[in-house]
Structure formats: C-alpha cells, structure tokens
C-alpha cells in the first residue's frame, strides 16, 4: 500500500487496484459524473457499486449504529492514523488476502481529520456475481460440498488469528463459481489463543439458527455438522 499524507488527512492505496485519481475516488459524485455507478445498497449508509479501471469496487462511508450514531452518525475519536477504522481494516484484508482467505481485496482507504475526531472511508474490491447465504438458503439447498467449504474458509482465517466479531449468514457470500467469500471486517482484529475460535463458530450457528426461525432458510442440523467437517480438515 501506497500512503498519501496531505493536511488533515491519510490516504492508502493500492496504486495497481487504483489507477484513478486516490482523492477523488471516495466522493460518490466523481463516479456519478463519469456514469461508472452501477449499483447501490442501504446500511447504515449507502455503499456505492463502481466500476474503475482495473475492477469494480464497493465504496462505503464509515457511520456509527444503535443509539449513539443517531447522535454521532459518522465521527470517531482520533487516537493515531493506524488506529483508525478504515487503516485498521484495509490492513487486516491485506493479511487475509496473503494468507489465502477469500475477501474482498482492499483498495483504498481515506481518514480526515478534525480536531480530537475522525471520519473514514473505505474501498473494496466488488465480489461479482455473488449473494450471501441467506439469500442463498431462503430459495434452496445447499450442498454438503459448500457446507464443508464454507467450513474451510472460516478455518483458513481462524488460521490467521483474525477474530471476525461479526461472523454471521448474511456475511458469507458464495458466486457463481461456488467459491466462499467473508466479508464486512469492520472493527475485526488479531488475537492470540485458541478459546475464542469456539465462540466465534457459535456465533455462526446462532445466526443460521435465528434465520431459519425468521426467514425460513434451509438449514439443519446437518448442515452445520459438514461445515464443522470442513472446519475441522482445513
């Protein structure tokens, strides 16, 4: 990664991801103006679909949940440049990427300064042609084989002492090619140990377990067990 440092701000980037401009790719217009939007989805924000040189992106502003980001929506406290949300994560994709582990490739990130407070963003490679397994499980069944790669995957990144705090069903994608992908490593970090894996897979379970009670998804108790098969041979 490439680093731009200017006034208030940092900038880091993959200069072969990112031929175009660094500082004007986190501004949604600079897409709109040259007619490279191709598509959109709702969050805690709008993450924006590009198309750039080399790969489409996903581009996402980082903003505060619950509460509290009613009153803060998109500021965070300013404790060092490597601190910040979006170096944090870009830094951690990095690792995966090397390690093996199917996530999106990081592209850029961007923190602006003002005063004791931050703001970030974040751009992504965009996974073609890929849907999460909710959406996936709510239509039909999915093979034993997937189950067991989907197990494989969380392994590889277990692997790699990345704790990913929000290891759920809507964040496991799978394209056309049946390959896994994980994705959304916001305030995802390294630790060391082997107690806290347990829990992270249990997280998993309660959240395949919840969409089957509140969508229906086709899930069972087998499913799990060829994906814990997969976790366990990886």
């Not at 949300?85 to 994709?93: G, K, N």
């Not at 390690?99 to 970030?120: C, D, E, Q, T």
Request: glycine share 8%; hydrophobic share 40%; aromatic share 10%.
């Amino acid at each position: 990664m490439q680093e731009i440092i200017s006034g208030n701000q940092r900038i880091w980037f993959d200069p072969e991801l990112l031929p175009e401009q660094a500082d004007a790719c986190f501004n949604p217009g600079y897409w709109q103006q040259s007619d490279r939007v191709i598509g959109s989805a709702q969050g805690r924000g709008t993450t924006w679909f590009v198309r750039g040189e080399t790969l489409d992106m996903a581009l996402r502003h980082y903003r505060r949940g619950g509460l509290f980001g009613k009153l803060v929506e998109d500021s965070y406290w300013f404790i060092g440049w490597s601190k910040t949300r979006c170096a944090e994560e870009i830094a951690l994709l990095d690792k995966l990427v090397r390690g093996g582990v199917r996530v999106p490739r990081p592209v850029a990130a961007r923190a602006i300064r003002k005063g004791l407070l931050y703001s970030a963003d974040l751009l992504v490679e965009k996974i073609a042609d890929a849907r999460d397994l909710v959406g996936i499980l709510q239509q039909e069944e999915l093979a034993e084989s997937v189950w067991k790669a989907v197990g494989r995957m969380v392994r590889k990144m277990h692997d790699l002492q990345v704790c990913h705090t929000d290891l759920n069903s809507h964040n496991i994608l799978l394209d056309s090619q049946q390959q896994v992908w994980l994705i959304d490593f916001d305030k995802c970090y390294e630790q060391a140990g082997e107690s806290w894996k347990a829990k992270n897979l249990a997280r998993l379970r309660r959240s395949f377990v919840k969409e089957q009670g509140k969508r229906g998804i086709r899930f069972s108790e087998q499913c799990w067990q060829a994906l814990l098969d997969g976790y366990g041979k990886a």
